[in-house]
């Protein structure tokens, strides 16, 4: 949620939100993975976590029980920017600095949403896939 210049972002499970701003690409959720909780404990490196046998559980996640901690986040934005919403199949298949290349290009939207779409395919992605981008001014 947008409102003015803050960015309300309530978070669970492995989708992601990216901030594009000043020439920087910031990813603002943090994934609930177990790979993710251990490699922040120091228990696993990000190396390791590629190969880790349950690389794929998630901790947290929307329909696991009645209830699910939910991580908030608000921010101010900057005047300009992009965000990227987007699902696993993409961010898990497609680097940061890939996605960040594809978001400073100039394209409009639709074409940067299907450029993303089919870089993450012809990445083998065997995930769903899937993208909004927010291109704001404020």
Request: net charge negative; proline share 2%; hydrophobic share 40%.
């Amino acid at each position: 949620l947008i409102v003015g210049r803050r960015l309300h972002v309530p978070h669970v499970g492995d989708r992601r939100l990216y901030l594009l701003a000043d020439d920087k690409l910031e990813q603002i959720t943090t994934d609930h993975y177990v790979v993710q909780r251990l490699q922040d404990v120091g228990t696993l490196t990000a190396e390791e976590a590629t190969m880790y046998r349950y690389r794929n559980v998630l901790l947290r996640a929307v329909g696991q029980g009645d209830e699910v901690e939910v991580n908030t986040y608000m921010r101010r934005l900057p005047r300009k920017g992009k965000l990227l919403l987007c699902s696993d199949g993409l961010c898990g298949f497609v680097s940061d600095e890939t996605i960040y290349q594809m978001l400073t290009q100039d394209a409009s939207l639709p074409e940067l949403v299907d450029d993303l779409y089919e870089t993450a395919l012809a990445a083998h992605s065997n995930d769903n896939v899937t993208a909004v981008v927010v291109d704001f001014s404020v």
